[in-house]
């Protein structure tokens, strides 16, 4: 009875499966029946052999097991424990009960049992305890190895939360780099398009003034035909028009030849233009440019040749008046020529009415090259929407491109955690089976594992406070992480008002930069000036304490040689007296030659204080006065000079001689200056000495000619007509008129060399003004 009553102790303390006590308290209730009848003992082995053969059921249908296999399946971060804990004691409080009833059963109905029949109780009870224990150690490693688990799980979540984070932060600051570099690339296109907007406004003003002056030179042209008209309707009888005419028409011809050339070329650069516009894009506007001051030469060459024109009918004008009086005599003998000369008029009015037809087909090519610019242009701006167009679509390749390298990145990382799981799979693989062997182990130390079961369940509830904690953390870290998202939003709250902040400050401080430039520009000149002022009195200076120095240096020389020149005359006295004063005399003449000798010294040094011409005046004044004192002084050599007075005499000669160094040195460097200005222009010269009249090149006598021939009448053709006062005979001989045509040939050959000097001249012109503008357009060009 002692082992009963110790029996349900240890009952107590065990923790048995559903399955195994509703199978004892089963075979109990058959062993009660069995007691009554007469085999007992037949029942009693049958019970033996059934209990030992359904001991080990319980082990592979138990729930908790089927619970514990659900729960490895599911996931660790949404598991809750608490139904492990109470499927676990819900069989200690069955095993309890159950065990009451079979001790009751017992007390009741072991008195009419044998004695071997309460050993074979005894056994099944010890079988049924290991059994029990066996599945409990089962149970505890189980929860052991699920705790693990979800320990482990815990911990890469939180590593996936970490590494979430990081790549969250450097996900903003990319955005942030992204976003700064837009910023950037839109600052410039705004830039680009108020530039573009400037220069097309520059070309639409362009464009209109050459439309003005192309319609001014369209009025000149009429103006000049019409006066072509008149010229030749005045003059179809004269005998020399035909020449005039012929020489006229070759001048136009070559002015023809040479605007067919230029026609030529511009079309051989206009195609140029077209195969360059595919490659060079860039360099439109300067070829547009280029192309506006060939026009604009065009347009000068075309109105030059008119106002020379002018000019010769003003001059043939005068010549056909004084020719009018001399060809009514010769009218009616020149009658036959004049139908071949109005033959000859007709051909040439043809040949006029050709080169108006040539004219209105170059106008015609101008409007056509002109549209052809237009199109051009609007070829050129839908390239430039194009390449616009094409820049968007490739910032948001990039951005894609972008997305997918994040994306790269995160599936790397996808795929390492998934090596460490899979390594860590292996791991828990040879875990389970080294617990499978140590299992067989625990079977000899049951004692132990019951002292270990209270351990266990004592780490049990902390695991499960860790539990508790981590879920407290987790749901801190989401809190936080909502946190950091406001905060993000609000420094980009902030980020935009320190943009908007950064703008005014960055116009602020563009417009005291203005400011500060202005103010440092006029610094600048003032510092300039005073440069100027400081190097200016640093020459004076240095001049001037050279030239003390060499006057210094002199002094001393003479004032030795004076020494010596005294004690000599001590030793000689009064009776040599007047032999010695001569001898001083050719000494000191001999040292005014050795100061002259030394002038090139002197010029030098007195070249870098040549400052201003009125202070050379002033010494070349105070030079003539010492000049002139020197010959006061020479013309009574009976007076004995003293020490102080030929110094000061020295001082002023040597000042003298400077001041001339200086002056010559300075009318050297200013004929040198002269010359190479005159140099420079000496086509501004001949220009403007060609554009007088040619009377005012000249000699004298052809102006006394000109005086006598004003008396005999208005002019020099009148008084050849007229003759001399008092002479009988007034017609015409031949003498007079080889005289008059020599005269006319000398003025005709006088205006052709004023002709070719002048297209000369406005060639030269040209070409400095092209490279002005173009200089021009360098400097706009760096400015922008």
Not at 60 to 73: A, R, T, Y
Not at 319 to 331: D, G, M, P, S, Y
Request: overall charge negative; charged content about 35%.
């Amino acid at each position: 009875m002692e082992t009963k009553s110790e029996d349900p102790s240890e009952m107590k303390e065990v923790e048995l499966s559903s399955d195994a006590v509703l199978s004892c308290a089963s075979r109990c209730a058959d062993l009660d029946e069995l007691r009554n009848e007469d085999n007992l003992e037949q029942s009693e082995k049958e019970l033996l052999i059934s209990l030992h053969t359904d001991t080990d059921a319980p082990e592979v249908g138990s729930p908790v097991k089927v619970s514990l296999f659900q729960d490895e399946n599911s996931d660790l971060m949404n598991t809750e424990q608490k139904p492990i804990i109470t499927s676990m004691a819900e069989p200690t409080a069955t095993t309890t009960e159950d065990v009451k009833s079979i001790e009751l059963k017992e007390t009741t109905g072991v008195s009419d049992v044998d004695i071997a029949a309460g050993e074979g109780t005894e056994d099944i009870l010890d079988v049924t305890r290991t059994n029990h224990q066996e599945a409990c150690e089962n149970v505890l490693r189980q929860q052991q190895v699920q705790y693990q688990e979800q320990l482990e799980q815990l911990k890469a979540a939180l590593i996936q939360k970490d590494s979430m984070i990081t790549l969250y932060k450097r996900e903003n600051t990319i955005l942030e780099k992204e976003k700064q570099a837009f910023r950037k690339e839109k600052d410039l296109a705004n830039k680009e398009k108020e530039s573009a907007v400037i220069k097309f406004a520059m070309k639409e003003k362009l464009l209109l003034d050459a439309k003005k002056e192309k319609e001014m030179v369209e009025k000149q042209l009429l103006e000049a035909r019409r006066e072509i008209k008149n010229c030749t309707t005045r003059f179809h009888a004269l005998q020399e028009e035909r020449s005039r005419v012929t020489y006229l028409m070759d001048e136009k011809c070559n002015e023809i030849r040479k605007y067919q050339r230029e026609s030529e070329k511009h079309k051989s650069d206009y195609g140029h233009l077209e195969s360059r516009l595919k490659y060079q894009m860039n360099k439109l506007n300067m070829e547009t440019e280029a192309k506006l001051a060939l026009e604009k030469k065009l347009e000068e060459e075309r109105n030059a040749p008119h106002k020379l024109e002018e000019k010769a009918y003003e001059k043939l004008k005068i010549e056909f008046e004084a020719q009018t009086i001399l060809l009514k005599h010769e009218i009616e003998r020149k009658g036959e020529q004049l139908d071949k000369l109005i033959k000859d008029t007709q051909i040439q009015k043809e040949h006029i009415k050709n080169l108006q037809e040539q004219l209105a087909k170059e106008i015609q090519e101008k409007n056509q090259l002109s549209e052809r610019f237009v199109a051009l242009q609007e070829e050129h701006n839908d390239i430039q929407n194009s390449y616009s167009e094409e820049m968007l679509s490739s910032a948001k390749l990039r951005g894609q491109l972008e997305e997918l390298q994040i994306l790269q990145t995160q599936n790397a990382l996808k795929e390492e955690k998934i090596n460490t799981l899979n390594r860590e799979l292996k791991e828990i693989l040879q875990k389970v089976h080294d617990n499978e062997h140590d299992l067989k182990q625990l079977h000899e130390r049951e004692k132990e594992l019951l002292a270990i079961n209270k351990e266990m369940s004592e780490s049990i509830v902390a695991l499960q406070n860790q539990i508790c904690l981590l879920k407290s953390e987790t749901q801190g870290i989401a809190a936080e992480n909502e946190l950091l998202k406001r905060e993000q939003s609000q420094y980009d709250e902030k980020y935009l008002r320190l943009e908007s902040q950064l703008k005014s400050e960055q116009n602020q401080k563009n417009e005291e930069r203005l400011l500060l430039a202005k103010h440092l520009s006029e610094k600048t000149k003032l510092y300039e000036v005073a440069k100027l002022k400081l190097d200016n009195v640093l020459g004076d200076f240095e001049a001037t304490k050279h030239k003390h120095g060499t006057v210094i240096k002199e002094l001393q020389r003479e004032i030795q040689k004076c020494k010596k020149s005294l004690e000599q005359s001590e030793h000689h006295h009064k009776s040599c007296q007047c032999n010695g004063y001569h001898q001083e005399e050719a000494e000191h003449l001999a040292e005014v030659e050795v100061v002259e000798s030394r002038r090139p010294h002197s010029r030098q040094s007195s070249s870098a204080s040549a400052v201003s011409s009125s202070r050379r005046g002033s010494q070349s004044s105070e030079s003539d006065t010492v000049m002139g004192n020197r010959d006061i002084e020479f013309k009574d050599p009976t007076k004995t000079p003293s020490k102080k007075h030929l110094v000061e005499r020295i001082l002023r000669l040597q000042q003298a001689s400077a001041r001339q160094a200086e002056k010559i040195d300075f009318l050297e460097n200013h004929t040198l200056s002269l010359v190479a200005e005159l140099q420079k222009k000496s086509k501004v010269v001949q220009y403007y000495m060609l554009r007088d009249q040619t009377g005012a090149l000249t000699s004298s006598k052809s102006d006394q000619n000109k005086s006598e021939l004003v008396k005999y009448g208005n002019g020099v053709m009148s008084a050849i007509y007229n003759g001399i006062k008092g002479a009988d005979s007034k017609s015409m001989t031949l003498e007079l008129s080889l005289e008059i045509n020599k005269k006319l040939q000398a003025v005709l050959e006088d205006t052709l060399l004023k002709n070719i000097t002048l297209k000369e001249n406005l060639d030269v012109l040209g070409l400095e003004v092209d490279n002005l503008t173009r200089k021009l357009r360098q400097t706009a060009a760096k400015d922008v």
